[in-house]
């Protein structure tokens, strides 16, 4: 098992602050080296809990996920334990409007809170300083701070101030994360019960394909020509589905992309944890929810979400909804939701153990998983070809080249 200590120093670290749920751990500082925060790992002793529930080191994830789910109707090496398929969009046009596709996070917030089912929730926001960008999560139970967190983020979040608030308070609470950040909550709730003493209700999960350091935005502010230490507002996506990227500085300038187009203005790649991720879809979750990416939901005049629940309760909750027309439910097969997310689940499900053989080969530490994707190897040379391809483009952007040599391959 990997330690804190080894988690960091192997660029494994994802930032996600879940090590200070022991005080003397709490140090969570600013990494220019790793651009994400990371813990004071000389404050981490060898015996430390923060060893123990550490997603960077990786989890047990088929374990993990029959322990949590034993109503579960069905298991898939490529989506986990699956009680329930449908897809979702919410009824509430305002919560259409600034979502990224049908809404059904903020719609599962509003609803547990309405019907007591929780005392409070957690969101994360941008947050800009003179420094730039940065996140805050936070529990809450006020309307407008939930609209407010709408859209996807894109980058490393600190989770620090959150679970400094989940250990002093006293209600319940439903958690919205990463994949990753989800199975770390678990072996909290696992390894130090007394933590949350059973706080958290609910948790949900985003579908995750990995996510970029802050260099990325301060890169994507510098194409955008907006000046990163002195802006008002950013998002990745919102504004309706697919969204768009935005930058709004203190000036009042707006600078708009569309969502993915610019996902090609840098040659930044995923941070290497992400590259070795075997969660594509939140597997520890009690609710996992994902884009709708086929056509006869693009088509759609509604934006829709891929809803996944992993046992009877979660389905439930889901089915209550419906009924009382705050989300519209639809039928989606196993085989629809792998669709959708076909280029994620190929990269972390079929593609893993070829890719976890090459970064052995390479000198890397890999996190460690109980299973979870395909153990058949692919074979290395698709691997080592994206491997250069990853080096190559981050080469391109250092020398400030990438987004003109990208922009003239998509006219030809």
Same mark, same amino acid.
């Given at each position: 098992?990997? $330690?804190?200590?080894?988690?960091?120093?192997?660029?494994?670290?994802?930032?996600?602050?879940?090590?200070?749920? %022991?005080?003397?751990?709490?140090?969570?500082?600013?990494?220019?080296? *790793?651009?994400?925060?990371?813990?004071?790992?000389?404050?981490?002793?060898?015996?430390?809990?923060?060893?123990?529930?550490?997603?960077?080191?990786?989890?047990?994830?088929?374990?993990?996920?029959?322990?949590?789910?034993?109503?579960?109707?069905?298991?898939?090496?490529?989506?986990?334990?699956?009680?329930?398929?449908?897809?979702?969009?919410?009824?509430?046009?305002?919560?259409?409007?600034?979502?990224?596709?049908?809404?059904?996070?903020?719609?599962?917030?509003?609803?547990?809170?309405?019907?007591?089912?929780?005392?409070?929730? $957690?969101?994360?926001?941008?947050?800009?300083?003179?420094?730039?960008?940065?996140?805050?999560?936070?529990?809450?139970?006020?309307? %407008?701070?939930?609209? =407010?967190?709408?859209?996807?983020?894109?980058?490393?979040?600190?989770?620090?101030?959150?679970?400094?608030?989940?250990?002093?308070?006293?209600?319940?609470? =439903?958690?919205?994360?990463?994949?990753?950040?989800?199975?770390?909550?678990? $072996?909290?709730?696992?390894?130090?019960?007394?933590?949350?003493? $059973?706080?958290?209700?609910?948790?949900?999960? *985003?579908?995750?394909?990995?996510?970029?350091?802050?260099?990325?935005?301060?890169?994507? =502010?510098?194409?955008?020509?907006?000046?990163?230490? *002195?802006?008002?507002?950013?998002?990745?996506?919102?504004?309706?589905?697919?969204?768009?990227?935005?930058?709004?500085?203190?000036?009042?300038?707006? =600078?708009?992309?569309?969502?993915?187009?610019?996902?090609?203005?840098?040659?930044?790649?995923?941070?290497?944890?992400?590259?070795?991720?075997?969660?594509?879809?939140? %597997?520890?979750?009690?609710?996992?929810?994902?884009?709708?990416?086929?056509?006869?939901?693009?088509?759609?005049?509604?934006?829709?979400?891929?809803?996944?629940?992993?046992?009877?309760?979660?389905?439930?909750?889901?089915?209550?909804?419906?009924?009382?027309?705050?989300?519209?439910?639809?039928?989606?097969?196993?085989?629809?939701?792998?669709?959708?997310?076909?280029?994620?689940?190929?990269?972390?499900?079929?593609?893993?153990?070829?890719?976890?053989?090459?970064?052995?080969?390479?000198?890397?530490?890999?996190?460690?998983?109980?299973?979870?994707?395909?153990?058949?190897?692919?074979?290395?040379?698709?691997?080592?070809?994206?491997?250069?391809?990853?080096?190559?483009?981050?080469?391109?952007?250092?020398?400030?080249?990438?987004?003109?040599?990208?922009?003239?391959?998509?006219? *030809?």
């Amino acid at each position: 098992m990997l $330690s804190v200590r080894r988690v960091v120093n192997s660029k494994l670290c994802i930032g996600c602050g879940l090590c200070s749920v %022991e005080t003397q751990t709490g140090n969570i500082k600013f990494s220019k080296k *790793n651009d994400c925060y990371i813990p004071s790992i000389t404050s981490i002793s060898n015996d430390s809990i923060a060893n123990k529930i550490c997603p960077g080191k990786g989890y047990n994830i088929l374990e993990s996920g029959k322990k949590l789910f034993p109503d579960s109707k069905q298991y898939d090496i490529d989506l986990g334990y699956i009680h329930s398929i449908s897809a979702v969009r919410s009824t509430d046009r305002s919560i259409l409007r600034d979502a990224s596709s049908g809404g059904i996070i903020t719609s599962l917030l509003l609803y547990l809170l309405q019907e007591k089912i929780v005392d409070k929730v $957690s969101v994360t926001k941008f947050v800009c300083t003179t420094s730039g960008v940065s996140t805050k999560t936070f529990l809450t139970s006020n309307i %407008e701070e939930i609209f =407010a967190a709408q859209g996807s983020k894109y980058c490393p979040v600190n989770y620090a101030h959150l679970i400094n608030e989940l250990k002093q308070y006293k209600g319940r609470v =439903a958690i919205v994360a990463t994949p990753c950040v989800i199975a770390g909550i678990r $072996s909290i709730e696992e390894n130090q019960p007394a933590c949350f003493s $059973s706080k958290i209700e609910f948790t949900i999960a *985003n579908f995750c394909g990995g996510f970029k350091s802050y260099t990325n935005i301060k890169k994507l =502010a510098k194409v955008h020509k907006v000046d990163y230490k *002195n802006l008002k507002d950013f998002r990745f996506r919102g504004g309706g589905q697919p969204g768009s990227l935005r930058f709004i500085s203190n000036d009042g300038q707006v =600078a708009e992309t569309p969502y993915p187009k610019y996902v090609g203005f840098t040659g930044q790649s995923k941070m290497l944890r992400c590259h070795l991720c075997a969660d594509a879809t939140g %597997e520890l979750a009690d609710i996992s929810c994902g884009d709708a990416w086929i056509p006869r939901y693009e088509e759609d005049q509604y934006p829709w979400s891929v809803v996944l629940t992993r046992s009877a309760r979660g389905t439930a909750l889901l089915q209550n909804m419906n009924e009382k027309n705050h989300v519209v439910l639809d039928q989606m097969s196993i085989e629809e939701v792998k669709l959708s997310q076909r280029f994620n689940l190929k990269s972390k499900k079929t593609r893993q153990a070829a890719r976890m053989r090459l970064y052995k080969l390479l000198g890397y530490r890999r996190p460690s998983f109980d299973g979870g994707y395909r153990e058949i190897d692919t074979g290395l040379s698709t691997e080592i070809q994206v491997y250069l391809k990853h080096q190559f483009k981050l080469f391109l952007d250092k020398l400030g080249l990438y987004k003109t040599i990208y922009s003239c391959s998509k006219k *030809n």
